[in-house]
């Protein structure tokens, strides 16, 4: 059954340490969106792309973090540098189009220390 | 105040009960997603409504437009259906999905 990548599964960092994050979606799908889920609370939005275009990253901390998806499928979200703050399951999901359901990979839990 | 609302915040049943789980949204909304987390893990959709009532297994998942309501229901629950059980909703230009903060449910056996 095809599902959404994302490695590492876990992650731990020093504080003002560079980290980075892959995920990669569905075969087909050309929406894929990166959440960060603060312990206790539910996702909120990064960045959202349609194919290698972002079209929503209102809500990504630009200072310290980027996100890419450079040929249209696989993506990678970096975090430079890493602050306490930033200890948090990241999620990947994609979908076929906007407004279709959308599949959830397992995340990446990080631990900045 | 958070434009997806869930009730209750924490649940425990015993096994066997029937379990509702109910989400309140503000916005105007294209569809809304009914998603299971398990502790520490990712995210599994359930469901993905936009009108009426959907049906799989055990779970049924109901959507009121007009009231801007959604439920969650749970028949003869299991211990293993003890998760976090999060409403989303998709709207927007970009078709955004805002969560919910969740609902903790634990079934004991």
């Known amino acids: 059954e095809a599902e959404v990548a994302q490695s590492p599964r876990y992650k731990i960092t020093e504080k003002s340490q560079a980290v980075a994050f892959w995920c990669d979606p569905i075969?087909?799908?050309?929406?894929l969106y990166w959440y960060r889920q603060i312990l206790g609370q539910g996702p909120e939005l990064l960045v959202q792309f349609q194919d290698e275009s972002v079209v929503d990253d209102s809500q990504l901390p630009k200072d310290r973090f980027s996100a890419e998806r450079l040929k249209g499928v696989d993506s990678t979200l970096k975090i430079q540098p890493a602050e306490l703050g930033d200890s948090a399951m990241y999620l990947c999901?994609?979908?076929?189009?906007?407004?279709?359901?959308?599949?959830f990979g397992q995340g990446t839990r990080l631990t900045v220390v | 105040k958070n434009e997806v609302e869930q009730s209750p915040q924490n649940l425990t049943a015993q096994e066997g009960e029937f379990i509702t789980i109910n989400c309140s949204y503000s916005?105007?909304?294209?569809?809304l997603h009914w998603l299971q987390q398990h502790p520490g893990g990712g995210i599994v959709s359930l469901f993905m409504l936009s009108s009426g009532k959907k049906k799989h297994g055990r779970l049924i998942a109901t959507i009121n437009i007009q009231e801007k309501h959604s439920s969650l229901h749970i028949t003869a629950s299991h211990p293993r259906d003890s998760a976090v059980y999060i409403c989303?909703?998709?709207?927007?230009?970009?078709?955004?999905?805002?969560f919910g903060k969740g609902t903790l449910l634990t079934v004991n056996p």
């Open positions: 075969s087909g799908h050309a929406t």
């Open positions: 999901a994609s979908s076929r189009e906007v407004n279709t359901e959308a599949f």
């Open positions: 989303a909703v998709c709207g927007g230009s970009n078709y955004k999905l805002t």
């Open positions: 916005v105007g909304i294209s569809a």
